[in-house]
């Protein structure tokens, strides 16, 4: 399953073509259901996204679909995955985080991740958009945060229409350029690689200075 799943993704293109060919504007609602399965459901962030956008841009340029359609009807199940995701979180975070003690499940980390979201949460929704796994779990966390949903909204539909706009007309201008065609697959990984960026640098900072304050703490 794995494999099939690295198959689909490295060659998007032509998976996607056939799908149209098979579908035709079936193909509109089907990729709705994948993007909101992506960003709406907490199980399913091995979904594609920035590869998929950029694939169906692609698969636009050629005629096959129409972006002015696609633009507006994708943002739209992004938008709708966002906030069912949030108001899971929202509604499963009291439950789950109940107890007054606990190491990672308590009263205590629910309140503290209110706290950020309600600092930080309007960034953290739309960087998150650009980053794989985490923008699944970002409006779960959000809602279990009780970040208030007028906000949430406000940074979702900027954050969606942003990155949706982004790589569907990133594929559409230059996924048929001779030298992208020829070589899709490593576009995608690219694609996939560049997005790891962020979350990789953020992880080493996190860790050096997670390094140097054990360090100044032995040292005093």
Known sequence: MIGDLIDFVLHLDKHLASLVSSYGTWTYGILCLVLFCETGLVV???????SLLFAVGTIASTGALDVRVLFPLLSAAVFVGDSTNYWIGRVVGPRVFHADTGRFLNKRHLERTHQFYEKHGGKTIVFARFLPFVRTFAPFVAGIGRMNYG???LYS???GFFWVGLFVHAGYWFGNIPFVKKNFSLVIIAIILISMIPPFIEYMRHRNASRRAAVAASDS
């Not at 399913?44 to 920035?50: E, M, N, R, S």
């Open 157 to 159: 539909i900027f954050g």
């Open 151 to 153: 906000h949430f909204l």
């Open 44 to 50: 399913t962030p091995f979904l594609p996204g920035d």
